[in-house]
């Protein structure tokens, strides 16, 4: 369903990232990496927008003639990025948005690990097998 | 506003459309003049740059127009302009070239007239819509005006100078022209079919009156767009024909242009042109209500493409009133561009929204109703009456001024940026709000895509838009439309894409979007170089690749990149790879080598050994090329790329300065004593000030260097890559005073830690500051700074103390070297070392050779010696005559002396040998043998005698076994079997006899035990010296001669024993002398006596020594007793035994009286053994001393004499006299005089009962109870033998210690302890020494009588 998810740190380095096809590998890393000026610009504190009801579901950051990037930031800034193929009518942006819950939920579990320190890269092999299966569609 | 839209109303190809967009538009374009600004002729030389920026600067010129109002008129310059945009310039009318202005150099007249030539052929290009030129010449500079003139110009024939002047259209002041003397335009004629307006300068001519040449220039232009403009606005709305955009001619053919909808369709459009040469005549709030008149009537007849292109005009035109400051900004652009940031990471997107808080006053006036559109509308009705009528721009401006002064409004555009907040009120009130443009852009925009010819105008109005958003403030909208731009379906050629996205990647980084920049900036990259470009460009591609560093957190500083350590590897990494493959490309090895080396420098840790590895052999290809220096690339466009350095490679696991080698290490001449007071440890700090100072210095290394003096540092290097990895021309990297480093290579092998070390002289004094050291590899240098080594705790440097240069030298010995050295401290020092063996007692001299490598002389030499032995004993081995070397000084360089040490071979020769077994009779009789033949000789015929004794003492004892080495302690052992009367030679129960009985030679051959005599003595000469500036500063160096001397034992003494002499004042040192060395040895005892020993056999030798004189003892025994006082007073323990004293006295007695000098026979090897340390037990004391009792014994009235035989007849009495006399300078008391006879079996049995053969008439024990000094006694008696044989009588006197007398001395001396002792006392207690012990006197030796039958 999703074509490349990845999870970037509070200080923008990648912390994980997973992609349907490796050879793309690369060139969704760029995409990726360009998508995350909209990511920060969406967390700007804006005046208008008031704290309580602030939405980490930050939509569709941009698009291009393949793809669709969608965008959310956690509460302690750690950003979700997920690449769609735009070919991909059929996806609701409810269905994005559970994909991001659902990213969320395991990433706070990985991050629970007792072992894993916060900045670092994501190794987990258990998160990486929940991940491949929320990037599969069927989580 | 998708790109599928654009499809819809798609035309063939072979329509005229643009072919490339303006990239560099914006909205106030719209108002500009357009100028084609070219440079022409073959020769662009730099100087003609001034020329052009003179007239860029003139893009502004406020012009009166004909009703006095001030017009303000924007000229914009472009280098290039394709024809085709001119079609569309009834669309947009801000896309017709109005004017042209060539700028051209010539050196002759040949290119002059080329110059008008190209000049003319692009008026040519452009006639259509071009208003009017002018040329700019540059002529040769006057200094070859000669040449030139008599060449190029002088056969040319000169056309009138009026001819330049015909085409002013504005008159202009010919003679501003004129002023150059010479005139350049004199010389020089343009050919006569150039019809533009020209004016000459000289090279160097600074041009003053060019800029009012050039508003001249557009002074003109305005008068002819002011009259085209009111062409316009005069027209007849029935004779006005229908405006077309190129692709529209074909769309309209043969329609009915009369009907309703499309009069309104040209009216609109008219109307709309109007508006948009109303803008370009600067007056703006005529175009605005022009364009919001045009907009209502094209709406209505949905005439969509026109509609855009007024919503884009009434987005201008607004733009040029709200945003005035833009065109300035453009300007400023450019410069910001060019200075760089110093750290393009660190500079953040808030700047730029910070600077730009002012526009967002406007956001409380926003107001999302259709309030300003009903205003609008208000005014366009108004409008387009006015239109409908026909009526003059005149009235229009009246209209208008209901709203706003127009007058003002237009002269408040050019009131300065700053103002602008406060300006919102003297707008016009139809213009758009900032917020409204947002949406007639987008509306705009959408409404282009509908037409596929229009795409380019569709992009260009995406930019302007991104534009007006960038002022706004409004990112996310920016984002959007720059997203667009990319649907946008153009057929436009490769390079135009590329342009394309590097004008949007500059239009995000303006937006602080460093990534979606960088983004496109990598994807323009790649295009350049794509896949089926016929004419790549690797130059473009490497700059932009190094542009979009940033975006990627990429700095040029690899030290940067390493600190910061965030941003995306596998980017990095890519995005690297790719620079080097375009600096490959491009033939630029050193970028090439030197990104290679960054990316290894940065990436190393992001990369898998795999690809460490690849890269570093890619680097050595790369290097191979062109070596990787650390010094900072300069780029044409002027980017400096800074060293990068392969600080991990080989990657240093430590850095050691190392002190120099002990014997070269600077030391202090005076040591400064340490005053640290009483105390082992205290807390209090006498000399904090300097410590504390030392303290703050952290990186100071505690030990010296020495000017001149090779110094060196220890790396641990370890290669992190799998292959063997050269490293080249390492050297040390310094600062502050200067330092020669040595060159070194190494090669390491994969993952092992290596140790290197570095050496480098020191040339200066002062301070030295080792940063790091320099490598070579992989084909590249680079410095590898501490400070730059990162996940070690280095200091950033480390900092020596470098002292004046010191002298050295060297030291050779005359002695052969040993292979080890001592193990006595500090053996670091020892820079020689010699060894030698000798014999205890021999001599030897060793020649010490100190020779000055150094250029320096040495004027302080000093040589201490240490030893493992005793200093007493070292001062006798070693012997230096101090004065003599001091007189040699100062060594002068290269130059050498020489002193000599001599040394002896000390030794304690008097130690008994251990025996294991009883001696050999082969030994005994030796001893006898010696023995008797040295009686026989002193005797004559008293052999018997002699030999009796000698055996049976020898013999009696031999069977004992001897563990003890001296004779003090066998004393105790043997003490219960030396009974008295055993001895019957002897005056006490001494150890004597054992001694002499412990002789016994280890069975020959067994090496075991002859290996363990030889003594090792290890010695060091210290030599301290120094010399030159460093001595004035305290500072010597010190080195050592190591000795090795082996002692081999020669002649030991092994017992001895005393004797009593023929002569009262002498007796028989009796030694048993055994040479322990391989070879026969001549031993020469006394004067003129020498015997020779066997190897490894030993002989008994008698020596006659004098007695020790009574004076002498009883001196000793005072000093004793005084010392023993002290002690008293001080210990309070018992008195210790006056024997001590004595004994001490007899032995240095008898060593400083035997010399016994031995020679090994065969050699020259000699020495002298001396008895020093031979101790002797009290008998033997009594012996060596002058008895204090002098003996005359008389038997039958004749005197008795030693050695001589007595007869009797047996039953006859025979009278023996004894008298005794005290010889002692004190009084004895208790003396017994007793008299013995027995029958010695010569078998070591004594019979001493005798009561049937012998009777003695009269006491044979008397009692003295005094004897004074000088006194004597006689005491006489009769014995009688009642049969025949040989009887020997023992006198002697022994002098029992009276147990009273002892007790009350002692109990004296206790009292008296406290109180001072009075000398008296001592005296007293000196003079009762005979009494205190227990003294037997015999006379020796005993008188033999023979008795015979009758």
Known sequence: ?139 | MRANVSQMLTHGASEPIMSRPDYEQNALHHGCLLVLLRGVGPSKPRSLQKAFDKVRRVSNVKINDSTGITRDIWVRYIHDHPVENNDWGDFQTHRRLLGLITIGKFENQTELNELCRQHESLKVRYSGTLYDSRAIFFGPSSAHVAENINSAGGDQHFTDASNLTIHDSVNLNSNSVTNHCPRLEEEYTTPSNFKAQAFFYREQDSCSDLESHIAEFIHALFWVLESKRLDRSREKVEKVSLLLAPFEKRDFVGLDMDSRSNRKRTVGRVTKNLADLSLQAGLVVDALGLYHSACETLRAIGDLLWLSASEEGLCSASAILLYPHLRESETLHRNTSLQDGPSPLRSTPEKWRASDATVKVHAPEHQHNSHPDAQGMASTVQMTSASSSCSSVSSLLTNSSTSGTPSSSSSTSTISAAQHGARSSELPSNILKPDELHGYYRRAIINYSKYGPAAIIETEAALKAARIMIEQNRPLDVAMFLQNIFFINVTMSEPERVKRLEVVSDLYHQIGYRRKAAFFQHLAALKYVQQGNPNPDWSQTYRLMLESFSGYLLSLDPMEVIDNAAGWPALQIDLLQGVIAAARRLGQSALATRHMTFLLQTQWAHMTPTEQSELSVQLQNLSAQCEGSPVPLVLENGTVIPPANLTDLPYCMDLVVRDLPAHLRPQRIKIVKADSGPFLFTPIHLNSMDRREKKKEKNKISFLWVQNNLSEVTLRLRNPLPIELTVSDMRLLTNGIVFESLPQTVILQPHVPTTVTLHGTPIEVGQLEIQGYSTHALGVKSNCRLKNMRGRKFPPNYLVDVIPALPRISVKTSLPQTATFSQLASSDIVITSASLTLYNGESSTCIVTITNDSPLPVEHLEISISSNVEQEVQKKIFIIDEKELQSKLPIQPNSSIDFTVHIYGEADFVCPIVSQRAASVHSNSTVTAALQADYAGATMGAGPYSLQYSTLSSSGHASLPSRVSSPNQQQTSYNRRNDPNNLSFRSSTSGGAPSLAALSLPPAGTQGSTHGYGQHVEAQFRVKYSGGEAMQQGYCRQCAISFNIELLPSAQITSWDVLPAEIPSQFYLVLDVSNLTAQEMSLNYTNNKSILIEAKESCRVPIPVDRCSLEQVVAAREAEYAENMEKDLCYRTQLLSFSDSISKLCSEHIAERVKISWLLAGTDIQGIASLHGIVLTSAMIDLTTVSPLEWTVSFQNTPVQPQSEIVCAAGQSAILNVSVSNQSAQPLRNLVLTIKFYQDYLNGMENYNLDTRVAISGPSRVSIPLLQKHAQIQHECTAIFFTPGRFKASIQCCSKPQETSTQSARGQLLEHKMPAVQVSDIVGSAASYHEQQEHIWKFIPPIEVTVIEQ
């Open chain 1, 1 to 139: 369903m999703a074509v490349c998810i990845s999870i970037i740190g509070k200080d923008n380095a990648p912390l994980y990232l997973t992609t349907a096809d490796m050879d793309k590998e690369l060139e969704l890393q760029y995409r990726v990496h360009a998508a995350l000026d909209v990511v920060e610009e969406k967390c700007q504190p804006i005046s208008k927008a008031t704290p309580e009801s602030k939405e980490l579901y930050l939509g569709m950051l941009y698009s291009t003639e393949t793809h669709k990037i969608y965008g959310f930031v956690t509460n302690t800034k750690i950003k979700f990025v997920i690449v769609v193929d735009s070919g991909n009518i059929a996806l609701r942006e409810n269905e994005v948005r559970a994909m991001f819950r659902n990213l969320h939920m395991l990433y706070t579990d990985a991050v629970c690990n007792p072992f894993y320190a916060p900045g670092e890269p994501l190794a987990s092999k258990k998160f990486d097998r929940a991940v491949q299966k929320i990037m599969g569609g069927n989580a």
